[in-house]
């Protein structure tokens, strides 16, 4: 006779592993971890920089975790060498803040606003008659009260506080959104209202993506731990 013996599974540890992967070329740049921090993706996307230290930019598609973004590069990193490693990763910079200017903070409202408005739009097949003109205002009402606020209660208390700088963040975007619902209730606008409120999302959305890259010298787009400007300088 023969024994049966069950598939035994011993667990001798956890790990991560981080991995690039150049299909074209057929590279794969790997790195294992014993966790999956912002430091240990800032680090990896460090040394996926100096796998192509001659590029000037590298162009990565990557998934939507919540560790993912320029941001933490500033976690792991000096400010300096967290702009360096933002410029090369471009896309990333697009939709999160570059550095520490209250325009790259707008930029954290006002571009999620305009992609959910999307989701609303398609997924929910939304027939609302003012939806357009709605969102826009709300949209461009966020960071309007951000800077107003901010601004305001810096100049009443002498300086920035981290509670505040978030709860008056959320106050803006829930006061967008009370807004524009409420402008969706009312009777229906002209249909050139929304033609126009479309081309005034494209035109804000564009405006966030050219300053990230081209900033003007204005004190909004200045990160006021380094003073430098955007993403490139």
Same mark, same amino acid.
């Given at each position: 006779?023969? $024994?049966?013996? /069950?598939?035994?599974?011993?667990?001798?540890?956890?790990?991560? =592993?981080?991995?690039? *992967?150049?299909?074209?070329?057929?590279?794969?740049?790997?790195?294992?971890?014993?966790?999956?921090?912002?430091?240990?993706?800032?680090?990896?996307?460090?040394?996926?920089?100096?796998?192509?230290?001659?590029?000037?930019? #590298?162009?990565?598609?990557?998934?939507?975790?919540?560790?993912?973004?320029?941001?933490?590069?500033?976690?792991?990193?000096?400010?300096?060498?967290?702009? $360096?490693?933002?410029?090369?990763?471009?896309?990333?910079? #697009?939709?999160?803040?570059?550095?520490?200017?209250?325009?790259? /903070?707008?930029?954290?409202?006002?571009?999620?606003?305009?992609?959910?408005?999307?989701?609303?739009?398609?997924? *929910?097949?939304?027939?609302?008659?003012?939806?357009?003109?709605?969102?826009? +205002?709300?949209?461009?009402?966020?960071?309007?009260? !951000?800077? &107003?606020?901010?601004?305001? @209660?810096?100049? +009443?208390?002498?300086?920035?506080?981290?509670?505040?700088?978030?709860? +008056?963040?959320?106050?803006?975007?829930? #006061?967008?959104? +009370?807004?524009?619902?409420?402008?969706?209730?009312?009777?229906?606008?002209?249909?050139?209202?929304?033609?126009?409120?479309?081309?005034?999302? &494209?035109?804000?959305?564009?405006?966030? !993506? =050219?300053?990230?890259?081209?900033?003007? /010298?204005?004190?909004?787009?200045?990160?006021?731990?380094?003073?430098? @400007?955007? #993403?490139?300088?």
């Amino acid at each position: 006779m023969t $024994n049966e013996e /069950h598939y035994e599974y011993a667990r001798n540890g956890t790990c991560c =592993v981080f991995m690039a *992967f150049e299909p074209l070329a057929g590279n794969r740049i790997v790195s294992v971890r014993k966790r999956r921090t912002k430091l240990d993706y800032a680090q990896f996307m460090s040394d996926l920089v100096k796998h192509y230290k001659g590029a000037a930019s #590298i162009r990565l598609v990557q998934d939507n975790l919540n560790t993912h973004t320029a941001a933490s590069f500033y976690d792991a990193f000096p400010p300096d060498e967290a702009f $360096n490693l933002a410029n090369k990763f471009w896309l990333a910079g #697009i939709f999160s803040a570059v550095n520490e200017s209250t325009w790259e /903070h707008l930029k954290l409202a006002a571009i999620p606003a305009i992609l959910w408005a999307i989701l609303e739009r398609k997924i *929910f097949k939304l027939k609302i008659p003012n939806f357009l003109f709605a969102k826009t +205002i709300g949209i461009y009402l966020m960071p309007v009260l !951000i800077v &107003i606020f901010f601004y305001g @209660y810096k100049a +009443i208390l002498g300086d920035h506080n981290l509670f505040f700088d978030i709860f +008056i963040f959320f106050l803006a975007v829930i #006061i967008g959104q +009370i807004v524009s619902y409420k402008i969706m209730m009312l009777p229906e606008f002209s249909r050139k209202a929304n033609t126009v409120s479309l081309l005034l999302l &494209i035109i804000l959305l564009l405006i966030f !993506i =050219v300053f990230t890259f081209y900033p003007l /010298h204005f004190f909004l787009l200045q990160d006021p731990i380094s003073g430098r @400007y955007g #993403i490139i300088e």
